[in-house]
């Protein structure tokens, strides 16, 4: 049983930084990619960054190209996600996922196939 727990997210004003963490547990946590997704309320979950297994290839929306870097450990099965030059758009429930393959690396919803519970971030303007 996979278990994905993300770990923090708050409140941060604009223009500040915050780093996500998500430590997965239950399988070969080195040969699936991961991703982290983020959704707001009344829309729907919108892709963020993707890492491949090994860490040496990562890609990112548009929207946080630049600004969000997203990193693994893999000694401690564990996803990162830093975020610098926060904007109130930021703003969401961010969720890492965990690849539904081996050796595979995707950046939509069905490439992945266990979820974390979600952290809140919230940027003041």
């Known amino acids: 049983q996979v278990q994905l727990v993300e770990s923090g997210g708050g409140l941060v004003q604009a223009g500040g930084s915050m780093r996500l963490s998500c430590a997965a547990s239950?399988?070969?946590?080195?040969?699936?990619?991961m991703g982290w997704f983020r959704q707001v309320p009344g829309e729907e979950r919108e892709f963020v960054a993707t890492?491949?297994?090994?860490?040496?290839?990562?890609h990112y929306a548009d929207s946080v190209q630049g600004r969000f870097t997203i990193s693994r450990d893999n000694a401690k099965n564990t996803v990162y996600l830093q975020m610098n030059s926060l904007k109130p758009e930021d703003t969401a429930v961010y969720y890492c996922?965990?690849?539904?393959?081996?050796?595979?690396?995707?950046?939509?919803?069905?490439?992945?196939?266990?979820w974390g519970q979600g952290t809140q971030v919230t940027v003041s303007s």
């Open positions: 996922a965990e690849g539904k393959r081996s050796y595979y690396m995707g950046d939509g919803e069905l490439d992945y196939d266990y």
């Open positions: 239950g399988r070969a946590f080195s040969t699936y990619a």
């Open positions: 890492i491949s297994w090994s860490g040496g290839n990562t």
